[in-house]
């Protein structure tokens, strides 16, 4: 991989255009983030990993539109109609809050674009034709939770999460693989992402006496249900999803997220990964460039999400350029194509293997367990 790529851009901007090739030689991409309102603690650090982009893909100059979909479903949706009708681009990236993801796969099916969700996100079948996620799957990160759960002992679990596409879909994920497994739920709460005290929802889920504790939040959102049940005096096991999975819970935790388990994708700690990990080498480069222009710790599972988006491109985007130009009907066909038939393509986050019927793609090597201990990441085997 080059190590000297031009970032695309140092700060949040409208409009960015890289490089002074002819306009109908420039592939177009949208980036729509949360990069402000509840959900900006995850797309500001996507827009970071975006930043170290080089300014070509697949041999073409590149064209940035970013936008901020301020952590509103209303809002994302907007700006997916404006980059498909107005800036006539041919892929989107993003959301990174999940419901402004469910949002933009509408607008991408309704415009045969092309969009690469920097989230999990679920849809139902037939609706997510265009959706690929370089996130990996709830139901592939839930199952590692449960195989540790069930290798610690834990019996009974109950489950305090958001109220919202991601939470719910954690929910209903965890759930059914739960009961296959022999766990028994024996609470459920839900809190808002805007909301500053879930004191109530804590005290009916440690009342409950689980087990285990698994929280359905993401970014600095996932610190407050943890502080909140450990501060009502619970002991357990505490579980949080890939959302949680950067500094913002070890910073905003303190002492109380000691000890938590954390699933999370492969680029939170590439150190710990076997040399011949296909993805070592990615997540490890990544981390590095990162770091030394975000400053050290600074890795996190968003910025990666971010970053794998462009290695996408760069393997399909040359497949797709022999069948139609950027700008094209023909072009943002072949990019899907393309993608859908795609032998392996790998990310920082694992290797992705998309099919006309799995657009997440991704396997059960593309996800670590980690533990928060001494204020840092700790590999779980």
Known sequence: ??????????AVLTTLVVGTGAAHADITIGVSLPLTGPASGLGIPTKNGISLW???????????VMLDDASD???????????????????????????????LADIAAEGNTVQISTSPVDLPEGKGAWTFRVAQSTPLMAAAI????????????AYLGYSDAYGETWLRSFTALAEKAGLKSVATERFARADTSVTAQALKIVSAKP?????????????????????????????????????????LGGKDVEGAFVVAGLAVMPEGLPDSHPSKKLATEFVERYEKQFGAGSRNQFAAHGYDAHLLLQSIVPEALKKGKPGTPEFRAA??????STKGIPITQGVIRYTTKDHFGLEDNARVMLTVENGNWKLNP
């Open 54 to 64: 080089p300014d070509t893909i697949g041999g073409e100059k590149v064209k940035l």
């Open 1 to 10: 991989m080059k190590t000297g790529f031009k970032p695309l851009f140092a």
């Open 335 to 340: 990019l899907k194509e393309a993608l859908e």
């Open 211 to 251: 087990d285990a504790i698994l929280l359905g939040a993401s970014g600095s959102g996932a610190a407050m249900p943890h502080k909140a049940v450990v501060e009502r005096g619970y002991k357990g096991k505490i579980y949080q999803t890939h959302g949680a999975a950067s500094r913002d819970l070890i910073r």
């Open 146 to 157: 449960i195989d540790h759960m069930k290798k610690a002992g834990v019996k009974s679990y």
């Open 73 to 103: 479903t209303t809002q994302s949706a907007k700006n997916g109609r404006r980059l498909i009708s107005e800036d006539k681009v041919d892929v989107i990236v993003g959301s990174t809050a999940t419901p402004a993801s469910v949002a």
